[in-house]
């Protein structure tokens, strides 16, 4: 039999510990738990379970990435116990940092875990109220300009988008934030409340959501300027969550027009895609972050009626470093 050193020219390293982030066909021997790895990627994204929330809630928030993740604000039942928490997520726990001012439900979030945003949402009237993250405390940024509740939100705390809602009724408006002020752009082609979003202000993408009824399918991409029309979910729903971009986006969660659904779909700039995967725990009025490839979801209503829950699930996608123990077959 031909060694590996002869076919491939390279020793099999030892080591005592797996590599953080092993590359396709690289091999190694782990000495502590003497076994022959390799690493591989993911052929099917997955769902795993995360640390639960500190506070469980629906209608909030999210913002950052799975590793550093924000949850804002939310309520505990849809009239009463709003929340003005906001929790950190390290990749494996929650932790409370600063409370907003403005206690809400129903507001949209964009940026980072230390530089993230929070505007519009819902007390007991609609509200315009932008409120700035550093990380360890809220300050005030500038009102929308558009009064409204069930929006969604992209981009950074300096560049962010604002799109969709109730103001009542329903509403198209598209907002862009500098780190100081909103300006009114054009608005969606399908005016819609309950919806998500990710992407960048000068890439932004829109899906799902609700005109009051019905619930809708429908996706647009905005260019910076305008939005164009792109293919439909696979699955209706309203008050979902989305990570990622434009480009390569994930949805997630949400309510059909019978239950809570834990469908997760992988857009690629074109068209979506179900994964033959859901969510452990299929819920709607959720928080999300992170990217396609590495999401995160919290949060959220998992009944018709109301049940609310802190539960934290992280996703890995399909094409995703692996690391594979290699054995006689």
Known sequence: ????????????????????????????????SNTLKGGGVTTVGSWATGGNMGTARQELAGAGTQTAGLAISGTLTPTANVQNATEEYNGTSWTSGGNVATARR????????????????????????????????????????????????????????????????????????????WSPSNSMNTARRALAGCGTQTAGLAFGGSVNPPIVTATEEYDGTSWTSSNPLNTARERLAGAGTQTVALAFGGGTATAPTGATEEYNGTSWTSSPVSMSTARKALGGAGTQASALAFGGDTLPGLAVTGATEEWTGAGSPLTVTITAS
Do not use: H, K
């Open 1 to 32: 039999m031909a060694d590996y050193i002869n076919i491939y020219g390279q020793d099999i390293l030892a080591v005592a510990s797996d590599p953080a982030n092993p590359t396709q066909g690289q091999i190694w021997y782990n000495t502590t």
């Open 106 to 181: 129903q507001l949209a979030g964009a940026g980072t875990q230390t530089a993230g945003l929070a505007f519009g949402g819902f007390t007991t009237t609609n509200l315009n109220v932008t409120e700035e993250y550093d990380g360890a405390a809220w300050t005030g940024g500038g009102n929308l300009g558009t009064t409204r509740s069930d929006l969604a939100g992209a981009g950074t705390q300096t560049a962010a988008l604002g799109f969709g809602g109730n103001t009542p009724p329903v509403t198209g408006v598209t907002e862009e934030y500098n780190g100081a002020t």
